[in-house]
């Protein structure tokens, strides 16, 4: 059955997984992923329940970027939430400045990823070819580095079978943040709180979806899920 779906996924245009995100073991979100051309991931997060009513949320992102490195070529996120509503985009040029939104130029490096290249990349490179290498990194304008730690490879539940897959820590330090760009963007900026534990498990079995991710803050773990059959 897995290896159906594999195949009518690759030869749609449109490649899409879809995320329930609990908080103390309630639906606080619905995430989407979806990969609808080579070289360009998008993100839509909308809040869920309770979490709604409190706090509603409807949040987009999407990337460019280079197939072979990673790297990303441009970058946009439309931040709604409650009253706060802002538009962010980025895009390098040829000089290998990063200019968001027409005024803020920023030097980075060759090959720098953000949150979502990487994201395409964890799914995407053999282990071997991730673990323990720092690559450059950008978030809202700040500098830095990440890396995917391999800590084991461990089942988790899938389709009412449990499906092996690689269990990474995944480590952001931030170098620079002198041009932070502030945004309203409550999962972004509560990405690199000091002392969060971050970890992705990643099916071994083709096309390598994130089945599971977390993000621990003390005793507080937020975790998502994929959906079955999705």
């Given at each position: 059955?897995?290896?159906?779906i594999?195949?009518?996924?690759?030869?749609?245009?449109?490649?899409?997984?879809?995320?329930?995100?609990?908080?103390l073991?309630?639906?606080?979100?619905?995430?989407?992923?979806?990969?609808?051309?080579?070289?360009?991931?998008?993100?839509?997060?909308?809040?869920?329940?309770?979490?709604?009513?409190?706090?509603?949320?409807s949040?987009?992102?999407?990337?460019?970027?280079?197939?072979?490195?990673?790297?990303?070529?441009?970058?946009?996120?439309?931040?709604?939430?409650?009253?706060?509503?802002?538009?962010?985009?980025?895009?390098?040029?040829?000089?290998?400045?990063?200019?968001?939104?027409?005024?803020?130029?920023?030097k980075?490096?060759?090959?720098?990823?953000?949150?979502?290249?990487?994201?395409?990349?964890?799914?995407?490179?053999?282990?071997?070819?991730?673990?323990?290498?720092?690559?450059?990194?950008?978030?809202?304008?700040?500098l830095?580095?990440?890396?995917?730690?391999?800590?084991?490879?461990v089942?988790?539940?899938?389709?009412g079978?449990?499906?092996?897959?690689?269990?990474?820590?995944?480590?952001?330090?931030?170098?620079?943040?002198?041009?932070?760009?502030?945004?309203?963007d409550?999962?972004?900026?509560?990405?690199l709180?000091?002392?969060?534990?971050?970890?992705l498990?990643?099916?071994?079995?083709p096309?390598?979806?994130?089945?599971?991710?977390?993000?621990?803050?003390?005793?507080?773990?937020?975790?998502?899920?994929?959906?079955?059959?999705?």
């Amino acid at each position: 059955m897995r290896f159906i779906i594999f195949l009518l996924s690759a030869t749609s245009s449109i490649y899409s997984q879809h995320y329930n995100v609990y908080v103390l073991g309630l639906h606080a979100a619905d995430v989407v992923q979806e990969k609808k051309t080579a070289g360009l991931i998008e993100y839509t997060i909308q809040n869920r329940g309770i979490f709604d009513l409190i706090w509603p949320t409807s949040n987009f992102y999407t990337t460019n970027y280079d197939t072979l490195n990673f790297g990303f070529i441009d970058y946009e996120k439309k931040i709604n939430q409650g009253a706060d509503k802002n538009v962010i985009s980025g895009k390098l040029n040829q000089e290998g400045y990063l200019v968001y939104d027409k005024k803020l130029k920023l030097k980075v490096s060759d090959s720098t990823h953000n949150i979502l290249t990487l994201f395409a990349m964890v799914q995407n490179r053999d282990r071997n070819l991730l673990d323990g290498i720092w690559y450059n990194y950008e978030h809202d304008a700040m500098l830095g580095r990440a890396r995917f730690l391999f800590n084991d490879s461990v089942n988790v539940w899938y389709e009412g079978d449990s499906l092996l897959c690689n269990h990474y820590r995944f480590d952001i330090s931030i170098d620079d943040s002198s041009k932070r760009i502030k945004s309203p963007d409550y999962f972004m900026n509560n990405l690199l709180n000091d002392g969060i534990v971050r970890e992705l498990w990643i099916s071994k079995t083709p096309p390598n979806n994130i089945i599971k991710a977390s993000i621990k803050f003390g005793y507080i773990a937020l975790i998502a899920k994929i959906r079955d059959g999705k």
